[in-house]
């Protein structure tokens, strides 16, 4: 057992090297290493550890931190550290990375006997994954790991972060974290990748000169911190790209923050949503947003939604997102004004269906394009039945006229203006 004064010397050496690495940190107990919820209630006035995974502990609540047995540091993007658990509790991890490349980087040996291998967190966001080998687990977004001056924790020699920087992912970690996220459903980014879209996107709003559209495509504008940014902003989440919050998909209710936004592996900002209808989905930002019109969460894909729109539907919602975002200039359009008082729903769908031209004619000028009541429904903001009689109504007035089908077993109607 330590000295009093020799214990408080090393919980202040602890806390001095943590903020100099810049690391986010809570106090933990003897007994099984949790959070020390008693320390963290008299620093912070709640027992919440999570609270450090978005900030890092000021100086009054580092001082009260020295009072603990040890220290956890908070893994993930706010530390800027991904760790490989590798545990021999329960069996040997070690045996799990026979042959796998590991570079020189801060190593830490556990209290077990396993070891801690830090490394620098990635471009792409990385979760806390359990058993991603066997008796192997990553300590990431959402985690921690106790550190070194607890006691039974000791850096290895010549492995401390001082003495060796913090080295990049190995190659076949990446991709094993890859792998696994994506039979969670979370590279669903990758399905289509939003290149079913418009070969051309001119007409550039002063908004958007500082983005580059050499190869102008969707997934490009979509990668795009600006958009993402955009995006939060227009939907009222006061929020960083990466920081959780409630939930905005419809029917879903949040007791606490259980979303994000983030940058998939491909570039893409990618919607999470941590308990969806189907598990945790993955939502493209055009699929949110038409999910908002649908009131309900559609999606490509039909294992991460409730219901399933066709890929060039998602195509559409992510142009007029860019419109409405104000990115890109609508194609102008030229209409008949409505000249009869008519109701506030034919209003709204003859509105509607020239906002689609105008998104669609940005890559397919004069083409016709379906308009049907479900879709209508959605775009415009009126009821199926509702969205039904308008275009009735404006057919039989030639504001719009039908103009051949589409193709397939299951062929729509082609609209243009009349």
Not at 330 to 355: A, M, N, Q, S, W
């Amino acid at each position: 057992m330590l000295p009093k004064e020799a214990k408080f010397n090393t919980q202040a050496s602890s806390i001095l090297r943590f903020k100099e690495r810049n690391w986010s940190f809570i106090p933990i107990t003897p007994i099984d290493k949790s959070p020390d919820y008693r320390i963290l209630k008299q620093a912070t006035g709640q027992t919440k550890w999570a609270q450090f995974q978005h900030r890092k502990p000021n100086n009054t609540e580092s001082v009260q931190f020295l009072k603990a047995y040890g220290f956890a540091v908070i893994t993930g993007k706010i530390s800027n550290i991904v760790v490989l658990d590798v545990d021999v509790k329960k069996g040997d991890g070690f045996k799990s990375l026979k042959g796998k490349e590991l570079p020189p980087t801060p190593t830490a040996r556990t209290q077990s006997g396993g070891a801690h291998y830090y490394f620098k967190y990635p471009k792409f966001q990385v979760k806390s994954h359990t058993n991603l080998l066997p008796n192997v687990d990553i300590k990431a977004d959402g985690g921690y790991v106790v550190t070194p001056l607890t006691p039974g924790y000791e850096w290895y020699e010549y492995l401390s972060p001082e003495e060796v920087p913090l080295a990049d992912l190995p190659k076949w970690l990446e991709e094993l974290l890859y792998e696994e996220d994506y039979k969670k459903g979370e590279a669903s980014n990758e399905y289509y990748s939003l290149l079913t879209t418009p070969c051309n996107i001119p007409r550039l709003s002063n908004k958007a000169k500082t983005i580059s559209i050499n190869k102008p495509n969707l997934q490009e504008w979509y990668s795009k911190k600006e958009v993402a940014d955009s995006f939060m902003k227009m939907l009222r989440i006061d929020k960083e790209i990466g920081q959780a919050f409630k939930c905005i998909l419809p029917g879903h209710k949040d007791n606490k923050p259980s979303s994000s936004i983030y940058q998939g592996r491909n570039g893409v900002y990618i919607y999470r949503d941590f308990h969806g209808a189907k598990g945790e989905q993955i939502l493209l930002l055009p699929e949110v947003y038409a999910s908002l019109h649908y009131k309900r969460v559609v999606s490509a894909s039909d294992k991460l939604a409730e219901k399933e729109i066709g890929k060039p539907e998602v195509a559409t919602w992510g142009i007029r997102l860019l419109v409405d975002m104000g990115f890109i200039k609508p194609h102008k359009v030229d209409y008949k004004p409505l000249k009869e008082k008519v109701p506030p729903t034919i209003k709204k769908t003859y509105e509607g269906f020239i906002r689609l031209l105008e998104c669609k004619y940005i890559y397919s000028p004069n083409e016709p394009t379906p308009f049907s009541w479900r879709f209508a429904s959605a775009w415009c903001q009126v009821s199926e039945r509702k969205a039904g009689e308008a275009i009735k109504w404006l057919l039989s007035k030639g504001y719009i006229k039908e103009q051949g089908k589409t193709s397939g077993k299951r062929p729509m109607s082609l609209f243009m203006l009349g």
